[in-house]
């Protein structure tokens, strides 16, 4: 028996022709519905990056105890589980999170790995001199952005480039293995997410006038660019998904060359999605998490099951019903933790009955193990649980997707548990952990207390900013009409506080959420959509674009690291918005630029934006022979 594990990275659902996209160019995602079964209703989890990872290790949720860190002392790892029953586990990647603070207990879950550098920002090559990149949309000029053009100078072609090294040694694995048994490949790349850096023949699929500005990286905020720019940034996308697909087909191809149909499980999947500028945003951020970002695509092909294959199904499923699929499909027993469930459970027809041989010889010292017999049938989940810590707190039965927001704009009360505290690429600081302290145990912690500790929040960050949300996808699919309906959404909270028992939430998420820890307490005196109407339609109302204000040599969308060099930019800003530059919202996004700031915080209005505009227009105009007639600069 043998596993493979596509996964992509910001794998948008919408834009694969399985899912009904009709101008982009993905084969052999196709290809891969014929002989798969494709699961309609798939909801992510935990957002985004390693919060992701652990549910796919663990099968539970990460978001409501903790945000991006590694795996817990406490955690069953899947991988690791497999390895100790026999089954030899190898990932290939180029995904760095892996490598960084944040991950480092992930990797080590396989038997064997190997990394491929340069991805997004990778501190890969040493370089002290500057890069020159071209001119360029991205605003947020940050170490990441500074390398990521460092590292693009040794990508410069198809076959030196990330995403076609990790395929390279995938393949390379199911060459020297495939004649063998008890074996599971995940081949993980990092794409199609930010930046959307692919070669010229991917590019050549989407043509289109564009005579802008450099744009393949957008920032994590609200859409500020023109609609040619905005629409410029999808191409990419599109250029790069069609570069996946090209990766996936080389896949398909190893499948049928070894004849891995008959004995392999072949699992392809995302984390989440990414937001191309639907509902105005950007990638993942603070926003609510609209099915762009949670509605994820999912495809399986079962040996066991070959008559499901170029079928769909409808039934709802989630991230962290990997875990338990693969050990199921291993005949590995699930610890009691894991809240995810075996796919199979979810598919109407039962599985063959298969036991291994007497004359097959299992490796590894592993027990002898085949296609386990089907556990008694079960529905599919009635509700899938999502979102990222300190978030909104979101469920969906399939059909209504409610997005809960705080009662208080200082989403309060707030704490992190862990025995890990880290963050992305860093410890916590001293200063951090001065409060922190020991409580619990959780259910899932094995009897082990957890380190808890305020988290950082701040009331630009806050989801009460964005009000709570309710949908019905069955008359608004793209969740442009947010719902007032108080029976529908008394019947979401009921499911919503269920689910925050059985994954065992701490008090505080309860209060932050101004919700009873019983669902049968649950009144009319907890409705929020009403009550937070107001700020949710306003924060749903489009933003000021670049093209609304006049534009010199530097304007609202130049990035604030280069603005504020400029001792007249900074009198201008001061002069026109007082206060902004010494903001918590300034400190936190640091590097984007004043449009950006203005449209996450929804503030300063559009007429003070537009003073500012037309100053900095007359200051810095847009060529320099302007620059030397005008009489304002030459004064100063």
Known sequence: MKAVMVMF??????????????????????????????????????????????????????????GWGPLEPFDDSAPELLGRHGVYTHLVTDNQHYFEDGGGTYHTRYHSWEFFRGQAGDPWHGQLASPRPPEDLHATRDVRWRQDWVNRRHLDTEEKHPQTLTFDAGLEFLRTNHAHSSWFLQIETADPDEPFFTHQRFKDRYPHDYAGPHFDWPDACRVTETDEQAAHARYEYAALLSMCDHSLGRVLDAMDEYHLWDDTLLVVCTDHGYQLGEQGWWATSVQPWYDELVHTPLFVHDPWLPSLDGTRHAGLVQT?????????YFGVARPD??????????????????KTSEDETPEHGA??????????????????????FGGHVNITDGRYVYLRAGVQDGNEPLYEHTLMPTRIRGRLTAEELADAELVGPFSFTKGVSTLRFPAVTAPFLSPARFGTLLFDLAVDPEQKNPMVDDDA???M???????????????????RLGLPEDPAAVSAEH?????????AEAARRPVPRADDFPQGRLHLRTPLAELLAEPLAVAAIRRHLPGL????????????????LAAANGRPGRQRLTALAVELARLFPASESDLLHDPVRSLA
């Open 9 to 66: 990275d910001s794998l948008n659902r919408h834009m694969l022709p399985p899912y009904g996209a009709t101008w982009t160019h993905a084969p052999n995602f196709s290809r891969l519905a014929s002989r798969t079964v494709t699961f309609d209703t798939c909801y992510a989890g935990s957002l985004s990056g390693m919060p992701a990872r652990r549910e796919l290790h663990t099968g539970r949720h990460n978001f409501l105890h903790r």
């Open 320 to 328: 962290i019903d990997l875990a338990p699929t693969l050990l199921e």
């Open 337 to 354: 933790d894991m809240r995810g469930r075996p796919l199979r459970e979810a598919l109407e027809d039962e599985a063959p009955r298969h």
């Open 367 to 388: 027990p002898e193990h085949g296609a386990p017999e089907r556990a008694s049938a079960r529905p599919a989940r009635e509700t899938a649980l999502f979102g990222t």
């Open 489 to 491: 959404e008394l019947r």
């Open 493 to 511: 909270i009921r499911l919503l506080v269920e689910a925050l028992r059985e994954h065992d939430a701490p008090p505080s998420q309860y209060q």
């Open 527 to 535: 409705l929020l959509v009403a009550a937070q109407r107001d700020r």
């Open 581 to 596: 530059l010494d903001a918590e919202l300034h400190v936190v996004l640091r590097a984007g630029s004043l449009l950006q």
